[in-house]
């Protein structure tokens, strides 16, 4: 699956723009705020349906614009796939794939998918856990639909259970109402740690094989599920008994916090390099090649359970890396479309650069 062509009107600082690409790696390159990273943030839009920037949809608007639109055209196993973006302000957005409006992501051609890495993926190891967290359920919600589904509802019972914590400060008597919500937590807490402990052995040992690809290092990373809810077994029934057990233990500390401080919300995960958590302990360019390392084994997971390779979107992810790992990471053995910014085509290796397609953004144009 690849993107042979796209056409933006009116999305950030493009005007009007139509460009055609290759299925393997395309280099955009040009000064500082000229529209690379705008024109990667098109292309996940138009894959991913959702920006990567902003949580508000409408910011990749033009300024003095009120509607935007992308139109993609994806090579894909079943022959050519068309989809169009459409963003008016003040309403919802609205998809389009070969001509007909979908409604529902599941009417839509599901291998369409893109990775996209930035500098600021570097909060993916040194940033809060509720970063990790959001970078785990994304991706399972992705191939597993109705784990997003089991999140929501979790997140629901949460907020009761939380709101009922602060109402029993003042009303002692509402404690009988606590039991229902502790089941409810914990039988949809047991799907979510289930569905990621599934997840997780699959892919802990890509993010080790990447990293240790990009580095050349003798010593392997370690990844931790670093887990509120300890459980001696590995059954749902297990893993339930010790959510109750947790939920039950901590109740004094979230009375007086008015919040729940146990379950998949509270959970992190850990990286540790030679026993020594990268978080505080690594260099800024290990903690890069680790964020590339979860956003390759995102890709690499994403290839196992669908047959397809994702779109790999490289925002800047030449700076701060020798020049080995620069040429390791545009090189990859993997069969798939790769873009690249950079303000300098010199930080791209010279038999690299010959086999791509280079595009020069300028003040939101391709040439
Ligand atoms: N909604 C918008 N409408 C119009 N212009 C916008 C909008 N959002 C952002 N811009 C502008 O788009 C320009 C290009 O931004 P972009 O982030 O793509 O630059 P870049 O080429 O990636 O630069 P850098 O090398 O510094 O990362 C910026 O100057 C920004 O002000
Ligand atoms: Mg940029």
């Known amino acids: 699956m690849h993107l042979t062509k796209i056409r933006l009107f009116d999305f950030r600082?493009?005007?009007?723009?139509?460009?055609?690409?290759?299925?393997?790696?395309?280099?955009?390159?040009?000064?500082?705020?000229?529209?690379?990273?705008?024109?990667?943030?098109?292309?996940?839009?138009?894959?991913?349906?959702?920006?990567?920037?902003?949580?508000?949809?409408?910011?990749?608007?033009?300024?003095?614009k009120t509607k935007a639109y992308?139109?993609?055209?994806?090579?894909?196993?079943s022959g050519p796939v068309d989809r169009e973006l459409l963003l008016v302000a003040g309403d919802r957005k609205k998809v389009r794939e070969c001509g007909v409006e979908r409604h529902r992501l599941s009417e839509l051609y599901w291998q369409i998918h893109a990775v996209f890495f930035s500098p600021d993926d570097l909060s993916l190891v040194k940033g809060r856990p509720s970063e990790r967290r959001r970078f785990l359920d994304l991706i399972i919600a992705r191939l597993k639909p109705q784990y997003g589904r089991y999140l929501s509802e979790y997140n629901r019972a949460l907020f009761h259970r939380n709101r009922l914590l602060k109402d029993l400060k003042k009303n002692r008597t509402l404690i009988t109402a606590l039991d229902a919500w502790d089941e409810q937590l914990s039988?949809?807490?047991?799907?979510?740690?289930?569905?990621?402990?599934a997840f997780t052995e699959k892919l802990f040992p890509l993010v080790r094989?990447?990293?240790?690809?990009?580095?050349?290092?003798?010593?392997?990373?370690?990844?931790?599920?670093?887990?509120?809810?300890?459980?001696?077994?590995?059954s749902p029934e297990s893993i339930h008994e010790a959510f109750l057990a947790a939920l039950r233990k901590s109740?004094?500390?979230d009375l007086a916090s008015g919040y729940t401080r146990v379950g998949?919300?509270?959970?992190?995960?850990?990286?540790?390099l030679g026993g020594r958590d990268l978080r505080y302990f690594g260099s800024q360019g290990e903690q890069r090649t680790l964020s590339l390392s979860l956003k390759f084994a995102e890709?690499?997971?994403?290839?196992?359970?669908?047959?397809?390779y994702p779109i790999l979107l490289l925002d800047d992810a030449m700076s701060e890396l020798d020049a080995n790992r620069r040429r390791w990471i545009l090189e990859g053995e993997e069969p798939c479309q790769v873009f690249v910014t950079t303000v300098d085509l010199s930080a791209i290796p010279e038999d690299i650069l010959k086999k791509s397609r280079v595009y020069r953004v300028r003040a939101g144009s391709v040439g």
């Open 187 to 197: 039988s949809l807490g047991t799907v979510i740690l289930k569905t990621r402990a």
């Open 299 to 308: 890709r690499r997971v994403f290839f196992e359970t669908t047959g397809v």
């Open 251 to 253: 109740l004094p500390q």
């Open 264 to 272: 998949p919300h509270r959970d992190d995960l850990q990286f540790l």
């Open 13 to 64: 600082n493009f005007r009007e723009a139509e460009v055609e690409f290759s299925g393997g790696l395309n280099v955009l390159y040009g000064d500082n705020g000229q529209g690379k990273t705008n024109l990667l943030e098109a292309i996940h839009f138009l894959c991913n349906l959702r920006p990567v920037r902003t949580t508000r949809e409408q910011d990749v608007i033009a300024w003095d």
């Open 70 to 77: 992308l139109k993609g055209v994806f090579d894909t196993s």
């Open 209 to 234: 094989k990447y990293y240790l690809y990009f580095s050349r290092e003798e010593r392997e990373i370690e990844i931790k599920y670093a887990g509120s809810i300890v459980s001696t077994g590995t």
